[in-house]
């Protein structure tokens, strides 16, 4: 019914009925887990504000914003925005009370947290007359002392935050999050009866009101549940899903925590263990939250020294990196090589999405194949014959048995290229096999099971194509569980120099270091004139360049 109005208001040019629908509409989004559509759509509500000369309204739509970078673990993005907002503005009351509730949780997410409480008790003066604050001020506070570890005070001030918020609605999202954090708290005492009780009241109240983040959260409380139990079975299945739900919905700092306390909760591998610790770090190192980059770094040091397996046949893939970024991903993508984790690759054409997906197989300690395979060039006729195989017989013109694509790629590495492009077809039976991890072929009439890495690559933004209903939205988070997004090269440009040198030398030639006047050698005037060109087919572009370069000038 907001879409709805806001259509309405559009459509007549009710400018300050469009902001304050849109407004509503960013409030229903975060509490369904839509982050980035919540801030898209509160970011609208504040440009029109701002248009119309409201700067009070914009304001106070600008301060929505900053909580939600906070809820979506962007922790300096939050913190910046409230900078920019203080005392701007909000001149009322309850404004300035909401400003240092939650100005405060930023700060304390990255482990700052004395100016974290310092934040927060600037709201105190403000909260006789406001009980819904004086729920939310205690909520808070719960929080604080959640991260500080303090779980005794955590309880304490989350019971006094639950008694008010029960006067506001039994019902609220209030209620969810605090009995969720009362699980938490209860958990780290030790209080694990309490802890399930919490837990089971949250769940119901946040599946009512459809709030994924604390349905996530409470999945994550059961796994921690379930090891104490020594159930790691139901352990894993807990973690899973919370790690699903909040990739899914881009809550970045509660997906890093859950990918930390799985690593550490003894149930995984030393292969998934490294690659969640890993994809945790890159988390909390962007961000800066201190106290559990100590963490994870005290936990990678108790794994064994990862195996890097040369396999038999062939050479190790060359990647060239120079710059800090490439560093990271080419670091990460090693480090995630040897779980069983599917991995997506993404950016502009021709950055290098096939040799590093060659790379990640050849470091991941896999005996099988390396199957690549243009997902766009299969018709939707041919989808199980080439997925599955088949079976002689099975159909016209089936002459002999043919093993499918995953078959073929079994105790190995399967590569689907071009995976936006394939067809709905093509992604309902994918799904299905990454559900089940079982194979039928046409023909046949046992299925079986197989075992082999997924990794997928796009040029295309999956997420905008979900949000188009373009791509399954149910596939897209089982290929999604590591994305490593390639920049293109101009991106990278400091890279331009060590490329250059490794593609010339594969032509054949030599390079003179030595040679040349004050301009240098004629490999690094080379150099400096590539550099200085845009390259829109990255890469690859600047690979066929050198090539042609290279035949025109016979290889001197």
């Not at 779980?151 to 008694?163: C, H, V």
Request: proline share 3%; aromatic share 8%; glycine share 8%.
């Amino acid at each position: 019914m907001l879409l709805e109005a806001y259509v309405h208001f559009k459509r007549c040019d009710l400018f300050q009925e469009q902001a304050r629908a849109l407004n509503r509409l960013g409030f229903l989004s975060f509490h369904l887990g839509e982050m980035e559509t919540a801030i898209r759509q509160l970011r609208q509500a504040k440009e029109i504000h701002s248009n119309l000369g409201e700067i009070k309204n914009a304001s106070i739509v600008a301060t929505n914003i900053a909580s939600l970078y906070y809820s979506i673990g962007n922790a300096k993005d939050a913190i910046a925005a409230y900078k920019s907002l203080a005392g701007a503005h909000l001149t009322h009351d309850v404004g300035e009370c909401s400003y240092y509730l939650n100005f405060a949780l930023p700060y304390a997410l990255q482990g700052n947290f004395a100016v974290a409480h310092l934040t927060i008790k600037k709201a105190v003066p403000y909260l006789k007359d406001y009980i819904r604050e004086q729920a939310i001020y205690y909520e808070n506070l719960g929080w604080i002392h959640l991260l500080e570890e303090d779980y005794p005070a955590a309880e304490k001030a989350l019971l006094q935050g639950l008694e008010i918020s029960m006067r506001i609605g039994p019902e609220s999202a209030l209620i969810s999050q605090i009995k969720r954090r009362l699980a938490d708290a209860c958990f780290g005492q030790g209080k694990y009866d309490a802890a399930r009780t919490y837990a089971d009241e949250g769940l119901v109240v946040a599946e009512k009101i459809g709030e994924r983040v604390e349905i996530a959260a409470c999945d994550r409380v059961y796994a921690q549940l379930e090891i104490v139990r020594g159930d790691h079975g139901a352990a894993r299945q807990g973690f899973a899903k919370a790690i699903d739900i909040f990739s899914m919905i881009g809550s970045r700092y509660e997906l890093a925590t859950t990918r930390y306390l799985a690593a550490v909760s003894g149930v995984y591998q030393n292969g998934e263990r490294q690659a969640l610790l890993y994809l945790a770090r890159a988390y909390f190192e962007s961000e800066e939250v201190e106290p559990y980059l100590a963490k994870i770094d005290r936990a990678l040091k108790k794994l064994p020294s990862p195996a890097h397996p040369v396999r038999a046949a062939g050479p190790p893939p060359v990647v060239i990196v120079e710059s800090a970024g490439m560093r990271k991903i080419v670091e990460l993508a090693r480090h995630v090589a040897q779980s069983d984790m599917a991995i997506l690759l993404t950016g502009p054409t021709g950055t290098g999405k096939d040799l590093l997906s060659e790379y990640i197989h050849y470091h991941s300690g896999r005996g099988g194949r390396f199957m690549a395979v243009n997902t766009a060039a299969i018709p939707d006729s041919m989808v199980e014959a080439e997925l599955f195989g088949y079976r002689k017989g099975a159909f016209t013109g089936a002459d002999r048995d043919k093993a499918g694509l995953i078959d073929q790629a079994a105790g190995g590495t399967l590569y689907l290229n071009e995976i936006a492009d394939s067809s709905p077809e093509f992604q309902a039976k994918l799904l299905d096999v990454l559900e089940h991890r079982r194979v039928r072929a046409l023909g046949d009439t046992d299925d079986h099971a197989v075992d082999f890495r997924l990794i997928a690559a796009s040029n295309q933004d999956l997420a905008e194509l979900v949000r188009q209903n373009r791509f399954r939205a149910d596939l897209y988070h089982r290929l999604n569980q590591v994305n490593l997004t390639l920049p293109s090269l101009d991106d990278r440009k400091e890279d331009i120099p060590a490329l250059v040198r490794h593609f010339v030398t594969s032509c054949g030639i030599k390079p003179d270091y030595t040679s040349g006047n004050g301009d240098g050698s004629p490999l690094t005037r080379l150099t400096t004139t590539l550099s200085a060109h845009d390259w829109p087919g990255n890469v690859r572009e600047l690979k066929a360049e050198i090539e042609r370069l290279a035949l025109v000038c016979e290889r001197d």
